[in-house]
């Protein structure tokens, strides 16, 4: 489904994929469905994340540099177009090969950004992988590993970071979308936390969150930030050194903002952080309107979502076709109240109409229908028409019925739905065997909605004409 863009991130990010003779077709084309999974929501670019994939063969490949793909579009195309190389599954080879691309510029990795490895393995390796796996992780490489196969669990927990309960997993290769949002969570605290990112976006606030760079006796925050149309309007806040979060508020809706943070140190030069945030569309309410519990004098009416910028709402009701309107009001703490004192069978129109703080009102109408008043078959008798057969009789009921329907659900032998005209008040039961017990059930036809039935139960003595219970 769709997801929302992580815009707030920066690291380079190396898949080590298995693409050895020991990974059949089928796995291969899963993994790569996986890596775009877990790529979808990042943005790629320079001051983003960048990522590259190196081949596990007999020799290590890289199949294209960090900087190469700078959009989603590309990237998941590069990653559709990787082919499967074959070979010998010689990891250890692999990992020496990432050590050296992860740190050249020559492959378009980047100095001073996180580093994550992400290795896709069926758990088999031909050559040693704890040397070079280890100087990748003192050189501050993050590394997450992902079993298909069954693989050695100790050697695989020691080669992963620490803890390996959130870098290592063991999955089957069909079932790769079940960690998908776990690991990108993961990969998440990795890259955001040497950056100035934004978390819990509203439409009118967000929290920053930066590293801890200064401390109250080394120097202070200055955080700048404006609308990225409107850069003139740009507002500047201090803050201590020793705070590393900071909540934006009074923001407008669906507007993208420019962020600055300058750490004022007195001891060390910091570079100024930036960031992009944009902040969500007005939630607006009500999104929808449900009318349930009809009867021929009133109706339940709920809606969605309840907001705190709401103070309270109005529901207008009146009858149509008509001018006739009449008003209740709710607090903005509930979301649902019952109409009564309506006419039966009768359509109205709702309109729900919420009262924000600011003033600002929104609202949306639904029709709701009354149903007709005493819609019950009433005085449900039997009479004895002879072996095996009863005759069925009822009163009509109120309303403009168009029709009733007759089940009957004998002991033995098929049960059976008769339907007659509203003109009709009575019909033959057959096939009624003596000694048994049988349900018959009228229900009055209408058109809007369904009518209320009455069931008797009637049992045939045996050699003797039938009886009512």
């Not at 290592?168 to 955001?192: K, N």
């Not at 992009?276 to 969605?304: C, K, M, N, Y």
């Not at 109240?337 to 949306?364: C, I, Q």
Request: hydrophobic share 35%; proline share 6%; glycine share 6%.
């Amino acid at each position: 489904g769709p997801q929302r863009s992580i815009s707030t991130s920066e690291g380079d990010l190396l898949f080590l994929l298995d693409s050895s003779g020991s990974v059949s077709y089928y796995e291969f084309s899963r993994v790569k469905e996986f890596m775009w999974d877990l790529l979808r929501p990042f943005t790629f670019g320079p001051k983003d994340v960048q990522t590259s994939i190196i081949h596990i063969s007999t020799t290590p490949t890289m199949e294209f540099p960090f900087d190469r793909y700078l959009s989603s579009g590309t990237l998941q195309q590069a990653i559709r177009d990787t082919q499967q190389l074959m070979g010998d599954t010689n990891t250890g080879k692999a990992l020496s090969y990432a050590k050296e691309k992860l740190f050249s510029d020559e492959a378009g990795a980047r100095p001073d950004v996180p580093k994550v490895l992400v290795w896709v393995t069926d758990g088999f390796s031909t050559d040693d992988i704890s040397e070079p796996m280890q100087l990748l992780k003192d050189m501050g490489v993050t590394v997450f590993i992902v079993s298909t196969g069954r693989g050695n669990y100790l050697e695989l927990s020691a080669a992963a970071s620490q803890p390996p309960e959130k870098h290592l997993h063991f999955v089957d290769v069909d079932d790769l979308p079940i960690i998908t949002q776990e690991l990108r969570d993961a990969i998440l605290d990795v890259i955001q936390a040497n950056r100035l990112h934004a978390v819990d976006i509203t439409s009118s606030s967000f929290r920053l969150i930066w590293p801890e760079l200064l401390s109250q006796e080394t120097g202070y925050y200055t955080l700048e930030y404006a609308p990225a149309d409107d850069l003139a309007r740009k507002r500047t806040k201090q803050v201590s050194g020793a705070h590393t979060s900071l909540v934006l508020s009074n923001l407008a809706p669906e507007t993208t903002y420019e962020v600055a943070l300058i750490p004022e140190s007195n001891v060390h030069y910091f570079p100024a952080q930036t960031t992009r945030v944009t902040t969500l569309a007005e939630e607006i309410s009500p999104a929808q309107v449900l009318i349930s519990d009809s009867g021929p004098h009133s109706f339940h009416v709920s809606w969605a979502p309840t907001l705190d910028s709401v103070m309270g709402y109005q529901i207008l009701y009146g009858p149509l076709p008509g001018n006739s309107v009449k008003l209740l009001e709710v607090d903005g703490k509930h979301n649902s109240t019952v109409v009564e004192n309506l006419a039966p069978n009768t359509t109205y129109l709702v309109t729900v109409t919420a009262v924000y703080k600011s003033g600002k009102e929104k609202s949306l109408s639904a029709k709701a229908c009354t149903q007709e008043e005493g819609s019950k078959v009433r005085h449900l008798r039997f009479e004895d028409m002879g072996p095996n057969t009863l005759k069925a009789s009822w009163d009509s009921a109120d309303g403009n019925v168009l029709g009733y329907r007759v089940r009957c659900r004998r002991q033995t032998g098929p049960s059976s739905v008769i339907s007659v005209s509203p003109q009709i008040h009575s019909v033959l039961l057959t096939d009624l065997p003596s000694g048994t017990t049988n349900k018959v059930c009228v229900k009055p036809v209408y058109k809007n909605q369904p009518g209320k039935g009455l069931c008797r139960v009637v049992h045939m003595q045996p050699g003797e004409p039938g009886r009512r219970a």
